[in-house]
């Protein structure tokens, strides 16, 4: 890896020691209690020790990279917006993966999927080179910053003081006090102590990536053998007739066939949506497969094979993409019939990407694939990060009390385990499924509530609306169990 590295990093700027430092204390004041806002403002000071590192190495910031930066911070908004950890996890993953992208830059596929190695292995280095520019400073000048430690203790010792004195002073500047302020308590040190050297840590290993980032477009993939034009177009013509016979039957049934097909199988509408469902998630991943192969050994010797190659994969995607248009109408008659959930959800998500993905290789066939690998990643993240914003628990919460509305039947037990961004949807009901609903996620809501750093927009909405509208006391034990998915009260 050090043989794709441009030079080695300047020695750290005193700018870049701030910031790490910064991101350090925020660290370990926010990050203790819970993931929301308080993730986006750690991540703020981490991306001024990048940008000074970047700097001081003379390396300007481009387009991309703003694009990439600005989408990471971007997608930390995801946890301060939702209580539901898994939608919040995707995106905290995809952020990860974008500030790599930032750090390193590049554009060709091996700096797409390799970037993150480089950042993770800058854990080892960074902080080494974040102490030497420590040591370097402090050596020198011991005049400069014996004022400033003392400086700090002073206001330390300040704030302390008088803003103990005003807090016993007055009992609302005392829970002013208590909710802008961390708790900084002794019992918590140890892990007060790890988050600290966490966001340092994790500071100086971006910086040192921005000041000297792996060049991961010097990775040469050697291309694969040229084939024939029989022996690569053969198979693949092979492919398209069979798809295009599954599609004839699709369209004929996307077009109100379905009364005739389910006669003569036999089989109910979920039935027929499930069985099918899962086989076409995976004939739509292997066709991005068989058309990432069939680029690698295509013929290209001249004009004509290029027009081959283009006319046989071109014809594959848009056949490709009426299998991805069945598969969510499949999904789409499971769920009228069983309700959403989880896993539904975010399945249709990831078929409608790849969908996408497959109307950028069509793209890249008509003007060209150099842009082709950072567009999938920005479709990627593009796409965590509206799933974020979407809110998939309310969603869910949505699609299923409309389904009660239409229906009469509504899927209790799977309800009370969604988060509290479902409680504007579930608050719609009518009692006592309205309570029996939102029972356990105002039993999670009783503790005490964490500090504001920590509390997503969806709990504190979800807080307000229960406070507002209590759960009714008659929804006890015996009347919620006696309502389940065949309830028919409106």
């Known amino acids: 890896m050090a043989g794709l590295r441009v030079e080695e990093p300047a020695p750290v700027r005193t700018a870049t020691l701030w910031a790490a430092l910064a991101t350090g204390v925020l660290s370990m004041l926010l990050l203790g209690e819970g993931l929301a806002v308080n993730l986006l403002l750690v991540a703020i000071p981490a991306a001024l020790a990048a ?66 190695i480089g950042l993770f292995n800058a854990l080892v280095t960074g902080p080494i080179w974040g102490w030497q520019g420590l ?7 011991r005049g400069r910053v014996g004022p400033v430690l003392r400086a700090l203790a002073v206001t330390a010792v300040l704030l302390l003081v008088f803003g103990a004195l005003f807090a016993g002073a007055d009992a ?41 980032p792996v060049q991961w477009d010097r990775v040469e993939v050697p291309e694969g053998r040229a084939r024939g034009r029989v022996e690569w177009a053969l198979p693949l013509i092979v492919l398209t007739v069979l798809f295009a016979a599954f599609n004839a039957v699709q369209l004929a049934v996307l077009f109100g066939g379905y009364d005739a097909v389910l006669k003569e199988t036999g089989q109910t509408y979920a039935e027929y949506a499930r069985q099918g469902f899962w086989q076409l998630l995976m004939v739509t ?8 192969f069939a680029l690698r050994w295509a013929p290209r010797e001249g004009a004509r094979d290029r027009t081959l190659v283009r006319a046989v994969l071109g014809t594959l995607c848009a056949l490709a993409l009426v299998v991805v248009a069945s598969a969510v109408r499949r999904m789409d008659m499971y769920v009228e019939a069983y309700g959403l959930t989880r896993l539904r959800v975010s399945v249709v998500a990831v078929e409608l990407w790849l969908g996408l993905v497959i109307v950028l290789i069509m793209a890249a066939g008509v003007w060209g694939a150099r842009w082709l690998p950072r ?27 409309q ?13 009370r385990d969604l988060s509290a961004d479902a409680v504007p949807a579930l608050d719609k009901l009518k009692e006592p499924l309205r309570s029996c609903a939102l029972r356990s996620i105002a039993d999670d809501l009783a503790n005490d509530p964490g500090p504001w750093y920590a509390t997503s927009w969806g709990e504190a909405r979800a807080r307000d609306i229960l406070r507002d509208r209590p759960l009714s006391k008659d929804a006890n034990w015996d009347v919620c169990s006696r309502v389940g998915d065949d309830v028919t009260y409106r």
Do not use: K
Request: hydrophobic share 55%; net charge neutral.
């Open 285 to 292: 991943l292997l066709t991005l497969l068989v058309i990432v």
């Open 375 to 401: 567009a999938v990643a920005a479709s990627a993240a593009a796409g965590v990060l509206a799933f974020g914003l979407l809110s998939p628990d309310g969603l869910i919460a949505e699609r299923n009390v």
């Open 51 to 116: 940008y000074f590192a970047a700097q001081d190495a003379g390396r300007l910031p481009r387009a991309w990279t703003l694009v990439w930066g600005i989408g990471g911070l971007a997608l930390l908004a995801v946890p301060a917006l939702r209580d539901a950890d898994w939608p919040s996890f995707l995106a905290v993953v995809t952020a990860i993966a974008l500030g790599s992208l930032a750090l390193h830059g590049g554009r060709r596929w091996p700096a797409v999927l390799l970037g993150p």
């Open 403 to 415: 389904r009660y509305e239409d229906t009469g039947r509504f899927d209790l037990a799977y309800a």
């Open 172 to 212: 609302a500047f005392a829970d002013l006090l208590g909710d802008l302020v961390p708790d900084a308590s002794v019992s918590g040190g140890p892990w007060r102590v790890l988050l600290l050297a966490l966001g340092v840590v994790g500071a100086l290993a971006a910086a040192h990536t921005a000041a000297s």
């Open 135 to 141: 040591r370097e400073r402090s050596g020198g000048a």
